[in-house]
């Protein structure tokens, strides 16, 4: 037992503020304040909006209710989210003192994190959610020096920059280059008030212990375009399955929780703290999307065919680069036209596999590129068995505001606008990691050695600032190779966190003796 960084003074407050859990004097504040703060908002009528086409979220009781049912109150609330937020503070700190941080945090901040259960019952759910989680440079700040064997973790994002196919770190948003980033807190609502009201309690809370170091201000778009993230695309609607967790919907991919949860049936990393059970690996991305230039790029190349307009054409051109009309319909169904009646229907947007009856998967493009991001990310039926194991749940929400008429007229983005991206994976390098460089990074992905190139992924494909050539796009001439110029998104950077159960926030993470 080793004791980390001893004060001069170990004062009688932080003691009390170390045991505030169990000591009866300050537990009963603490819940007092939790019972004003959940008012019980209707279920899915305050934090989530419901777009058309997402799968929805279980209740608590059959989520609860099911066999191999997951560890619900000491999970955090957005590693089972998904795609719904309407509004979403991404607050990142540094933690100053590390012996005041841990005080509050077990005696004021635990309760006040949002847990799946409490986001799942109506008359739990927070008016505003809120998770935590930690970097490496975090977790060490705090004198917790366990391996959490994740060596990307561990080396934080800036390290991983070249690999992830950005060109370094030189267009990153200052915070994440480094390892300055401590932490982040996610508050999820449906006002800008409610979460501003509920990060000054917070800040208030944590006192001097910790200092902002960059904030990102997130929301659904507005009208019907909620749940279409900046280039018109319905978002969230192919997540995985959880066993345990959710019923599947036709087609979803059913993938055992521990490659989501850590420490679940499935987790094959059996290594890790047993601290760390419930947690999971949180990978965020600030990618700036550029809407603009996206839509010259289709309307320049706008597919052509006696059965289309040159609009119809060049939204068959941008659905063939996602996979997915913007309504959601995927093209493997629909490989012509939208069908927004099949792009809002959860029992048949996601059932599809690529292949068809007596077509040849590893050669026809004809329905879907191999290079459709859906593809790159999701390869379903190119892999047999189908891949359970590089699965991720998504979490993102866009950042930004609407394109101004200026940007219209110039064609060219002058605001920062793009995709706050979130996953939450049981390993960053078999999650994330894996989807971006093995998959969508890999210009042979996914049926290199039949054709003569694949090329990368046209949405987040990265080849370090170059361009990216890429095939498949063209039905007409599906070996056809374009060169794409333009990087229609760009990292602004990011940083790997952990986000803990919630027990290790008054457990492990609120120790000072090691
Ligand atoms: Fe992607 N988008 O918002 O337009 N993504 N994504 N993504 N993505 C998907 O099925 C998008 C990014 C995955 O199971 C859709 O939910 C944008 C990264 C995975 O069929 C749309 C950006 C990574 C899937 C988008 C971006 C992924 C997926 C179709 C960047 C991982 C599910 C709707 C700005 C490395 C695939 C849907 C499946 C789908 C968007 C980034 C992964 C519309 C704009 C960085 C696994």
């Excluded at 990307?152 to 370094?168: I, T």
Aim: net charge neutral; aromatic share 10%; hydrophobic share 40%.
């Amino acid at each position: 037992m080793r004791f980390f960084a001893a004060p001069a003074i170990l004062s009688t407050f932080l003691v009390v503020a170390l045991l505030g859990d169990v000591v009866t004097g300050a537990i009963a504040p603490a819940h007092a304040a939790l019972a004003k703060r959940r008012r019980g908002s209707p279920f899915g009528s305050s934090i989530f909006g419901s777009p058309k086409g997402q799968s929805g979220l279980p209740s608590l009781q059959n989520a609860a209710g099911l066999p191999g049912a997951l560890n619900l109150n000491n999970i955090q609330s957005d590693i089972l989210t998904g795609v719904k937020k309407k509004k979403e503070l991404f607050f990142f700190f540094k933690i100053v003192d590390p012996f005041r941080f841990k005080g509050a945090l077990s005696r004021d901040i635990k309760s006040r994190i949002t847990t799946v259960s409490q986001l799942l019952d109506p008359t739990q759910q927070p008016d505003t959610a809120v998770n935590i989680a930690f970097s490496q440079s975090g977790l060490s700040t705090l004198g917790v020096k366990d391996n959490l064997r994740d060596g990307a973790f561990a080396a934080g994002q800036a390290a991983d920059a070249s690999s992830l196919g950005d060109p370094g770190t030189s267009r990153w948003v200052q915070a994440f280059d480094g390892t300055n980033v401590h932490g982040v807190m996610l508050l999820a609502s449906d006002t800008d008030d409610k979460i501003s009201a509920e990060l000054s309690t917070i800040q208030g809370l944590f006192g001097p212990s910790i200092s902002e170091a960059y904030r990102l201000q997130a929301a659904a778009r507005p009208g019907d375009q909620e749940g279409h993230e900046h280039f018109g695309y319905l978002d969230g609607i192919s997540q995985p399955a959880l066993d345990g967790f959710t019923q599947a919907n036709p087609g979803q991919t059913v993938v055992p929780p521990g490659v989501i949860i850590i420490g679940e049936r499935g987790d094959t990393n059996t290594k890790r703290p047993k601290w760390t059970k419930d947690g999971s690996f949180l990978a965020f991305r600030q990618l700036q999307q550029f809407v603009p230039e996206f839509n010259q790029f289709l309307d320049q190349n706008a597919i052509a065919g006696a059965d289309l307009t040159h609009e119809q054409g060049a939204a068959l051109l941008g659905a063939r680069m996602f996979g997915r009309f913007k309504s959601g319909a995927p093209i493997d169904l629909t490989p012509r036209f939208d069908d927004p009646a099949l792009g809002a229907d959860p029992t048949r947007n996601n059932d599809f596999n690529f292949m068809h009856p007596g077509m040849n998967v590893t050669l026809d493009q004809t329905r879907c590129p191999f290079s459709a991001h859906i593809r790159k990310t999701n390869p379903r039926g190119d892999i047999i068995p189908q891949n359970t194991a590089n699965q991720i749940m998504r979490s993102s929400i866009p950042y930004g505001p609407e394109l101004t008429p200026d940007e219209i007229a110039s064609k060219t983005t002058s605001i920062d606008r793009g995709l706050a991206f979130v996953s939450y994976q049981s390993d960053l390098s078999a999650g994330f990691r894996f989807q971006q460089q093995v998959w969508a990074d890999n210009t042979a992905f996914p049926f290199g050695k039949n054709t003569t190139n694949v090329g990368f992924d046209p949405i987040i494909g990265g080849n370090q600032g170059n361009a990216r050539p890429v095939s498949g796009l063209d039905p007409n001439d599906a070996s056809r190779e374009i060169t794409i110029a333009t990087e229609f998104v760009k990292a602004k950077g990011g940083e790997y966190f952990f986000t803990p159960p919630v027990d290790a926030l008054s457990g492990r993470l609120a120790q000072f003796f090691f």
